[in-house]
Structure formats: structure tokens, C-alpha cells
């Protein structure tokens, strides 16, 4: 990884240098080449101005004289002077010449070089003004920078007299500029790949110290955690992890005080049934303490049943592993009869059971795990009711929502609590001293059901009142209107 890390650092700084160098070059270039005409151009308007004075000087009479015998050596020999001049100012990579341009175009004077001849638009210089143009060779590689301007006319023949300055220099192409800026980019390059290796070698550690911490993880320490360095996406993912430990922490805390709880709700009927039965198995038994005996024993094997099937039943429901099967329900008539299956039990245990129903209509709702919902609810608020107290059920059916309520006048639960109630087992291991009996499940299977249908749970404690309130929203739809 180290490796990777290293040559993805370098590529990345090596393709940003070689993208701003060129970028650079070119801009480079051309601000060169614009500077250098404007120069060039400045420069052939200045002789032009000095030829014209020094024609005048030398007494030349430019519309009698001939093209021939005014180019010829030794002509106008302070124009011959005044070009050489021109010439040595401007630099050895300038070359300064006077020519005849007839009205066919044709160059007459000090000979040019072909390139210039052929490629250059000498018919521009007849109109007057600067014209100024680049000439490649026969390669197509551009060369020289040609900067012409016309100076007078000749005799009436439509000849023009102008100077023509030819500029070669290296730095005027792009290869030349390149070749300038290899050794910068080398030492570049060596210096990103310093910067490169030493950002690799301290990535890769930091992600070693997370692989370290994976390990040990995984090998059972669970005290194993990553260190947090930065604010980059590594210490994002390091404090990610971090967090991951925590939760998986939290879990097995919770797992362990699970297998206690069942251990203990399961030790506890065991215990009874096994005291008995060796009771019953001496012989030595008055049979009017039989009858009792087989209450006691049908009463903890019916504990024992329930917290087995509460187990299997919440197993199938936390790995989906159940149907859901919707149908159109009267829900205020079906909930009303699943309550009146617990007026019995609450009048034994003197407690008013009361059921409020609000709205009506049929909806499309699984009635099954409803009635489980009802029912779990219920047997638990008439586990934690005192007598004379009492469990009201409140039922609000709208054309979206079945909403369910159950309202003890119990012990209530502690505000630190709530958030905790519907976790297996917390319950029945907080309160066990206030109502021992239950498998401490029935919260748990409650809050996955609501989850598995789509709904919503939330319990709350009035600290001034006594009791919870347990409220599901579930979804549902309504049948189609009748189009009779």
C-alpha cells in the first residue's frame, strides 16, 4: 500500500507540474512572441522614419531615381550606414534590409532568404503600414519573426522602397523554452518525490495504528481502539471505528446480562419444579397438598412455556423471518374483542379495564400481529397495576394511521428508563421487585413488530402522575370506495 500511496502522490504531483510548465511555457511563449513584435514593429517604424530623413540627405530624388540604381552598392551611402546601424543596435539575431517591392510583387535589392520570399505578404507592404508575419521553413517549423514597412514609392512605376527586419531567435519557440525549464523540472520532481515518500510513510502508519486496532479487535480485546490524529477522512475513519468498538462493546454488555436474565428466569421455575418433584417422588405426600403441588407445577411449566416461546417468537422477528398478512379489518370491533379476553384477568386482579375507541371504518391492516401488539401491551400494564387501579385502551382510526394507547395507573417508569424499556429483558430486571412475573419480553416483541409493519412506539411517564403511557402508530390504507 505504501507503494501505491507513493506512486499515486508522485504521479499526481508530477502530472500537476508537467500541466502548469506547458500551461507556463505557452503563456511564456506567447508573451514573449507578443512583446517581440511589438519591438520589432516599434523598431522598423523608427528606420523607416531615419531612412526616409537620410534619402533626403543624401539627395535622392525618389521619383526620378530607378529601382536598380537606388539599390545598388554604393547608392545613398548614408542609408547603406544608417542600415548597418540599425542593424548592429537591433542585435546579431536581427537582420535589418532594404528592398524594392514592384507592383507585381516581386522583391528587388539585397537578396532574401527563400522562406521569406515565398511565405511572406509582401503585396500588404504596397498599401503602406507595418505588416509583420511568421515564416516557418520548409519543415514547417517556425523560425523567424519578419517585420516589414514600406518607406516611399519609386518614380511612377508602383514600386514601394521599404526595410524588412528578420529576427531568429531561440527563445521565440516552444522546444527552446522546455529545454530552459528541464533542470527546474527535475529538481521539482526530486523534491516531489521526497514529499511524496514522506506523506506515504505517514499515511501508511496511521493506517497500520487502524489495522492494529482491527486486529486485536477481532483477536477479543474488546478495550482496542484506534488513535485519532488530525481531522482528515483517516481520523474520520479512525473515530468511525472507534465508535464501532463502543456499539459492539455496548452489545456484548448486553448480550452477557441477556444469557443472565434467561439463565435466572429459567433457574427460577426449574428450581421449583425440581423441589416439588422430589417432594412428590419421596411419596411421603398428603394428598390434600397434591392439588396445590400440581398448581404450582402448572403454574411454572406455563412460566417456563411462555418465556420459550417469547424467545422463539422474538428470534423469528428480529431476523424477518415471519409473514405479514393484511387484510380489511373493523379494527374498533376486532381490538374490542381481543380486550374482553382480559376482562377476567383484570377483574381477578381488580383492576378496570376500560376500552376507548375512536372513529371507526375498515383498513387494510395484518389483524394478527395486532392482536399481539394489544396483547403484550396489556399483559404487561396488568402486570405492573396495583389493585383498584385500572388500564384504559384508547383507539383512533383515521384513513392513514391506527393509533393504539395504553394507559396504566402502575408504578410508572423512571425518566432515565425510557429509552432503554423496549431493550429484552430491561424491564423485568429493573422493576422485578415491583411484579416478578413475566419473560421481561414483551416490550421487545412489541417495539419489533411496530417496526416490522412500518410504525411507530414511544412510552412516557408523567412525573406527577402515576403510570406509563405506551402509544403505536401504525400505517394503513383504506378499502377503495364502493362505485355502486
Known sequence: MRRRFFWSLLGAVATTLLIVSLLGALITLSVVRAQTRSEMERQISQIAGLVQDALVSDGVDLSTARTRDLLAEGSAPTVRRLL????RVAGPEADVRLVAVTADERIIGNPLPDAVVRQFDFGSILSGGVVADRVADLEGRAVVEVVARSVAEIGQTGSVLAVVMIRQSDVLELGSILRQMILPLLVAAGVAAVAAG??????????????????????????????VEGADEIAEVATSFNQMADELEETRQREREFLMSVGHDLRTPLTTVSGYVEVLAEG????????RIAGVLDRETGRLRRLIEDLMLLARLESRE?????EQVDVVAHLGETIETYRSRADAAHVTLRYEPAGSGIVDIDPDRLDQIAANLIENALRYTPEAGQVIVRLAVDVATVRLEVVDTGTGIHAEDLPHIFEKFYVARKYRRVRPEGSGLGLSI????????GGEIEARTDP????????????VSSPPASTI
Do not use: C, H, Y
Open 198 to 227: 514522506r506523506m506515504s510513510k505517514w499515511l501508511v502508519k496511521r493506517l497500520a495504528d487502524l489495522r492494529q486496532a482491527a486486529g486485536e479487535l477481532a483477536a477479543g480485546n474488546p478495550d482496542a481502539r484506534a488513535r
Open 464 to 475: 406527577d402522575e402515576p403510570g406509563t403511557t405506551i402509544t403505536v402508530v401504525l400505517p
Open 284 to 291: 411421603d405426600v398428603d394428598p390434600a397438598e397434591i392439588s
Open 84 to 87: 548597418f546601424e540599425a542593424g
Open 322 to 326: 415471519f409473514s405479514i398478512r393484511r
Open 446 to 453: 412489541v417495539n419489533e413488530i411496530v417496526g416490522a409493519l
